[in-house]
């Protein structure tokens, strides 16, 4: 039976007094990103390991020839699929897909595949007949928050490492044939990755609601006490915002928002969660945060596959090969 992560008072009372306080369990910024490491296999191309501080998500990208959906016949497929195992969390089940892994996969659905970041156009083969299926296989390994923003830095860092085999057209009109050429054979060819969505989750505290537990009054309560003028007060200064919380601000937090943003500064997809009322001035300065996230990010990515990229290319005489003679003025 899955086993429910439930913080225990002291805990409860000693994680929101330091929000009200201003302070982090792990010293960082309200607006501080957890250490990020992204690192990828020597060997396959499209497998990502992505660290988020004790977070643990690897992702896998794979490619096979199949047949395009009859009303998309110029479309190929992407299909994500993600597993959540109890060696990630007690708090999930083997076989069985909680609400929590609903929910993950389908931000990562909507961040990922509904925004458009992988041409699926560029997949297609033959028209009504064939197209390459690019399947991404996120398993999440260890749970410490942050699932959604860490699968969806797989995912996208995934999907720009994945190489596909090229292929070859033969014959004419029904006779024609699909030539898979292996990796010796012919270097292989990159997908057509349109943008980069990275994937931020914002996390709300109500401070009054904090202090109330603190003094061990009920929120509602507490409400009740204040005068009409506390109350038309509540604003900005009332709401405790923090990006990328750990599995022990997770399980504290009042609401929370799901942002992800491209280097482009477009907004691919907003969720919130909870029962918190936000001001449209907060969750705007988020939006602006998930874009500085993204940029950030980015350039990690970026960075991660150039060096990469040198590991793979270390002795291939290939890399300097040119079709095109040096041509002299004189």
């Not at 969720?271 to 001035?281: A, F, I, T």
């Not at 940029?295 to 300097?320: C, F, M, S």
Request: glycine residues 6%; negative net charge; charged residues 30%.
């Amino acid at each position: 039976m899955p086993r429910d992560l439930t913080p225990s008072t002291i805990e409860n009372t000693f994680v929101l007094k330091a929000l009200t306080e201003r302070i982090r369990l792990d010293s960082r910024s309200f607006n501080q990103l957890r250490d990020l490491d992204i690192s990828f296999s020597s060997t396959d191309f499209g497998v990502v390991d992505v660290k988020l501080g004790r977070t643990r998500v690897i992702a896998r990208i794979s490619a096979e020839i199949s047949q395009p959906y009859a009303d998309r016949p110029y479309d190929g497929l992407f299909i994500i699929s993600t597993e959540i195992s109890p060696m990630a969390a007690p708090t999930f089940e083997a076989g069985r897909k909680s609400e929590d892994e609903l929910v993950i996969s389908r931000i990562i659905e909507k961040s990922i595949r509904r925004s458009g970041a992988l041409d699926t156009e560029a997949l297609c083969i033959i028209s009504g007949e064939k197209c390459w299926a690019v399947r991404a296989d996120v398993h999440f390994l260890d749970h410490d928050g942050g699932l959604m923003d860490a699968a969806c830095i797989a995912v996208s860092a995934g999907l720009l490492h994945f190489r596909r085999p090229d292929i070859t057209i033969v014959g004419v009109g029904s006779r024609r044939e699909v030539i898979v050429h292996p990796i010796t054979e012919r270097v292989p060819v990159p997908l057509a990755v349109l943008h980069v969505p990275i994937c931020v989750t914002f996390s709300f505290f109500d401070v009054r609601k904090a202090s109330a537990a603190i003094a061990g009054l009920p929120g509602k309560d507490n409400m009740k006490e204040a005068d009409d003028d506390d109350v038309e007060e509540e604003n900005d200064s009332s709401t405790t915002v923090l990006v990328d919380a750990t599995l022990q601000e997770e399980l504290l937090r009042h609401g929370y928002m799901s942002v992800t943003a491209n280097t482009n500064r477009e907004i691919c997809q907003i969720q919130k969660g909870g029962d918190m009322p936000v001001e449209v001035g907060k969750l705007l300065s988020c939006a602006e945060a998930a874009i500085m996230v993204a940029e950030k990010v980015t350039k990690l990515i970026n960075k991660r596959l150039k060096e990469d990229e040198a590991r793979r290319n270390v002795g291939n005489l290939l890399v300097e090969a040119r079709a095109e003679n040096d041509r002299y003025i004189v």
